[in-house]
């Protein structure tokens, strides 16, 4: 069983930048596929990026392109999510997601993860 807890939400302006960070407890993830995914309030969950277990591969939703950057310290045993230019329409829960598999496979769907976090809020003020 793999326990993710994410971290680093909270209210910010556009146009600022946050860090989220995503670290499991209890087990390793230095061999899982990570995602990030949000929720906004009334929609469904959407994918906004992705890493493979060597780190090598990455992918984002085309909404978050050029702004936002996965990474992963697997000495840390932690993901991050690296926000810049925050939009308003950028707000929402994200979550953390892991899932075991090939490392050239691009998990961008939200059935494709095995195992989440609790989410952390993200609020972007105009």
């Known amino acids: 069983q793999v326990q993710l807890v994410e971290s680093g939400g909270g209210l910010v302006q556009a146009g600022d930048s946050l860090r989220l960070s995503c670290a499991p407890s209890?087990?390793?993830?230095?061999?899982?596929?990570m995602g990030w995914f949000r929720q906004a309030p009334g929609k469904e969950r959407e994918f906004v990026a992705a890493?493979?277990?060597?780190?090598?591969?990455?992918y984002y939703a085309d909404s978050v392109k050029g702004r936002f950057t996965i990474s992963r310290q697997n000495a840390k045993n932690t993901i991050y999510l690296k926000m810049n230019s925050l939009k308003p329409e950028d707000t929402a829960v994200y979550y953390c997601?892991?899932?075991?598999?090939?490392?050239?496979?691009?998990?961008?769907?939200?059935?494709?993860?095995?195992?989440w976090g609790q989410g952390t809020q993200v609020t972007v003020s105009s």
């Open positions: 997601a892991a899932v075991y598999g090939s490392d050239s496979y691009s998990y961008t769907h939200r059935e494709e993860y095995d195992y």
């Open positions: 209890g087990r390793t993830v230095r061999t899982y596929n």
């Open positions: 890493i493979s277990w060597s780190g090598g591969s990455t």
